[in-house]
């Protein structure tokens, strides 16, 4: 039986998640491991928000204008 394997490129982040799966961590370490990722992809997508923010002009009272319209 012929085993095919595919090369596609990996990105940078791929072949470091690869890595991590070779190693079994306790349930604790990954639960640990879990947040840390969470945190990390959450910070990332406030700081895009927050790009959008200014790049809009938006300010909390333009914010408080529209909640109050969709009442």
Same mark, same amino acid.
């Given at each position: 039986?012929?085993?095919m ?8 982040v791929q =072949? &470091? @998640?690869? $890595?991590?799966? +070779?190693v079994d *961590?306790?349930?604790?370490?990954? =639960? &640990? @491991?879990? $947040?840390?990722? +969470?945190?990390? *992809?959450l910070e ?6 927050d790009?959008v ?14 909640l109050r319209?969709?009442?």
């Open positions: 039986m012929e085993i394997s595919v090369n596609p490129p990996l990105s940078n =072949a &470091e @998640l690869l $890595k991590l799966f +070779a *961590l306790p349930e604790e370490q990954l =639960a &640990e @491991l879990k $947040k840390v990722m +969470a945190k990390f *992809l990332r997508a406030q700081d895009k928000a790009e923010w200014d790049k809009k002009g938006y300010s909390d009272e333009k914010l408080n204008q529209v319209k969709g009442k």
